[in-house]
Every structure is written in C-alpha cells, then in structure tokens.
C-alpha cells in the first residue's frame, strides 16, 4: 500500500509539482528506504516516514517506559547518477540490532538501550525483559530524537483521524491483543517546478561529491553519503551470499517447521 501511495504521488507531483499520500491501519513496511528510493527513481523528492505512539518499544526522553516506536524517517533526493537516500529509525538503534545482538550474544553500544528501570545498560536481554530503546540521541541528546518520534506519529495520524479504535496520533488496535497498525505518510516533489529538474540533479551530484571529497578523521578510510553503505552492502552481498549465524538459522527453520516451508541447509 505504501509503494502504491508513493508511486501515486510521484506521478501527481509530476503533474502539480508536490502531491502527498497517508495510508491508513498500515502495520510493518518493510524498510522505508525503499519508498524513497521509489520516488527518486522517478525523479521526485520523496519523504516517507511510520509513525507509531502508545505501542512501541522506545521510551520519551526522560521516561522509561515503552510507549513511542522507532517511527523511521526517508528522503530520497534524484541527483545525476547515484540519488541520495536518508532512511533511519528515531531510535539510537533499530529494534532488529537488538534482536540480532541478542542472537550473537553480544553487546549493544552504551547509549542504545535501558533496562525495566530505566537504567542505562548494553544488554540486549534487558530490552526483552522490559526495557526500552532509547530515542536518537540517547542519554544526553534524546530530545531531538524523541521530538523526530513524536513528529512522525503526528504526522502519520493524519491517516488516522477518523478510524474506529483510532488515536489521531498514529496508532490503532485491532481489538485486545490485536496487531498494531500504524499511520504513513509520504510526500513527492518534482524539482522541475522549483527551477529545473536538470540543474537541480546536477547540483545535487555535486553537493554529493564535495562531501564524497571531504577529509577523513583519523581511523576512518573515507566519507560517505547516506545511501553509499547499502549501496556498497548491496552489491557485497549479491556476489558473496548473506552470512547468518547459527541461532538465526535455528529460528529460521523452526518456523518453517512450523509453516510446513521446506529450507536447504
């Protein structure tokens, strides 16, 4: 529904310059990049964001208590060559680093996560035994990233307004113990009516490379744009396989078992 939504408004934004588009009782999408990525293949600006609130696992700042979700953010900027692509959660970390730190058995970086408390901890089983995501930011900067989680459930509740069982922030539930669904929102921008298409593309390719150009700190090979790492991770992955741990596998054929879907090993 989402990529409908997005496709929807590209082609209107090519027609009237700037369309939006909510989708109402969505739940899980997958990563949000994609949408972005959608509309700057079109050669649109594209925003997307997913925003949950009263059910999730990222606590206000301040708080320490679940009740925001990671409510992600996406911008796709056209450029002439590789777009630009923003996609992250409002989260330090996103929920599935947690779970795959937890599979590793392995620690999470200071600053992600507090425990059933609200204690600072790197435990990834804390989150799971009540804790809670911290917001972007985490300890000593969190309230930016809580005043970007707050925004998008705001923002996605405009899908909401209106719905049965409906907070007009974001959130719904399909009775008790029912699945979350969440309010999206995207927006598409055709730079053609803002000066030109051409010259805005080219002088994002630019931009992109001055930054591409920057001097690195010390202990770092070079400096990226966002997009470049799962651009770079992409095709590593396409030529070399997908590693996966032990424990992921054992989950992975358990449920298979479970849905009777065979997987080679």
Sequence with gaps: ATALAMSWAAGRALELGI????VRRANHLGR???YAELAAARGVVGIATVGVVGRGGVTPFGGRGRFLGTN???IGVPAAGEPMIYDAATSAVAEGKLRLARAKGVAVPAGAIVDSEGRPS????????????LPLGG????HKGYGLALASALVGGLAMVGDDGATTAGTARAGDGGPWLAGAFVVAIDPEWFGGAESYRMAVADVLGALRRQPAADGVDEVLVPGDPERRSRER???????ISDSVWSD????GD???VGLAG
């Design 19 to 22: 369309a939006a588009a909510a």
């Design 32 to 34: 949000l990049g994609e």
């Design 72 to 74: 992600p953010w996406a």
């Design 122 to 133: 790197t435990d990834p089983n804390d989150y799971y035994a009540g804790g809670a995501l």
């Design 139 to 142: 300890l000593l900067a969190g």
């Design 237 to 243: 992955r396409l030529e070399e396989g997908i590693p």
């Design 252 to 255: 992975l054929l358990e449920v």
């Design 258 to 260: 479970r849905y009777g």
